[in-house]
């Protein structure tokens, strides 16, 4: 029963800025961690940040320089990425995703879990960055 749902994507100027949801039912977020990623065409599947169960955050190389910021608002059960200076290489389906209470890879220290560690996944939300 547990979903996640994304919404928020469209298109959007370079240097523009969008904010991504990710509903989440079937569970809450006091016992799970929210993960986002990207997919581009032909690419692999990209981690950019992440939020705990208790609020704290993983973020990327890119979400740590400020332009991807992750939030929540456990009264409406939702997660958000917040995304700012966004360029045409910024396209892709943002995915949202849930593992069990913290971000951190089981692999690999103190870094973000990787795609293969989040157990339950979104369909996805387009963004496209383009003028």
């Known amino acids: 029963q547990l979903q996640l749902v994304e919404s928020g994507g469209g298109l959007v100027q370079p240097g523009g800025s969008l904010r991504l949801s990710c509903a989440a039912s079937g569970f809450t977020l006091d016992y799970y961690a929210i993960g986002w990623f990207r997919q581009a065409p032909g690419k692999g599947r990209e981690g950019l940040s992440c939020?705990?169960?208790?609020?704290?955050?993983?973020n990327s190389a890119d979400s740590g320089k400020g332009r991807f910021t992750v939030a929540r608002d456990t009264a409406k059960n939702t997660v958000y990425l917040g995304m700012s200076s966004l360029n045409p290489e910024d396209t892709a389906v943002y995915y949202c995703?849930?593992?069990?209470?913290?971000?951190?890879?089981?692999?690999?220290?103190?870094?973000?879990?990787?795609?293969?560690?989040?157990?339950?996944w979104g369909r996805g939300t387009q963004v496209t960055v383009s003028s």
């Open positions: 939020i705990s169960s208790t609020g704290g955050t993983t």
């Open positions: 995703a849930a593992k069990a209470k913290s971000c951190y890879s089981g692999s690999y220290y103190y870094t973000l879990a990787r795609e293969y560690e989040f157990d339950y």
